[in-house]
């Protein structure tokens, strides 16, 4: 009985040490990793804008660019209304940086004459002739992300260190919600007073991810 006991302990660590190596050769995705997969590519508020009235139909598109840098990825955003896709409202360029083992920064950039790059994300290689010196950091409106719960990336902009003049405002403040196949993106203006002057009042503008 007692060798049967050895022998079935000898079995038991050979298979906690198999099924160890094996996690240990396909180690999760780091928090980067993911920031940058799943905000890349369409996404739609079409589904949003249908059931609430209040919400317009956005299109979001997201292509990296400048892919043989080793500074951490670089995004080109553009977002338009579904009936002047080809006249964006918001052009930006976002430098995602791993913080920490568990933080992501999303440092977003301006770009001059922005209108020039309008559907460069069907075609990235027209940012190979610029290099982000060229670039304006919108400094106080990083984006921090972060795990959250069922399996999504959480964060935003910290205080009231993003400035912003649109419609009255002195600072605007961002929050995000990631996750596989949809981005949730809620912006918002606010006066000296803390009042809200632009952007969504209900919640964030849902964001759902399209061939």
């Given at each position: 009985m007692k060798q049967d006991r050895i022998a079935a302990a000898i079995?038991?660590?050979?298979l906690v040490a198999a099924l160890t190596a094996g996690c240990a050769g396909e180690p999760e995705p780091s928090v980067l990793d993911d920031a940058l997969a799943w905000m890349t590519g369409s996404f739609?508020?079409?589904?949003?804008?249908?059931?609430?009235?209040?919400y317009y139909d956005i299109r979001l598109e997201v292509a990296p660019i400048w892919p043989d840098r080793d500074d951490g990825p670089w995004l080109?955003?553009?977002q338009a209304v579904a009936t002047s896709?080809?006249?964006?409202y918001r052009q930006r360029v976002?430098?995602?940086?791993?913080?920490?083992?568990?933080?992501?920064?999303s440092e977003i950039y301006t770009l001059r004459r922005p209108m020039r790059f309008a559907g460069a994300?069907?075609?990235?290689?027209?940012?190979a002739t610029m290099s982000p010196d060229s670039l304006t950091h919108r400094a106080g409106c990083d984006v921090l992300l972060r795990r959250g719960d069922?399996?999504?990336?959480?964060?935003?902009?910290?205080?009231?260190?993003?400035?912003?003049?649109?419609?009255?405002?002195t600072y605007a403040t961002s929050e995000i919600t990631l996750s596989a196949g949809r981005l949730v993106s809620w912006d918002c203006g606010f006066d000296d007073s803390g009042a809200?002057?632009?952007?969504a009042e209900k919640g964030g503008y849902v964001f759902v991810r399209v061939p």
């Open positions: 079995v038991l660590a050979a739609s508020s079409a589904e949003q804008a249908l059931a609430d009235t209040s080109y955003v553009e896709l080809d006249r964006p976002y430098h995602l940086v791993a913080e920490t083992e568990t933080v992501v920064r994300h069907e075609d990235p290689e027209r940012f069922e399996g999504t990336l959480v964060g935003g902009t910290r205080g009231q260190g993003c400035t912003s003049t649109i419609e009255g405002a809200q002057v632009w952007g």
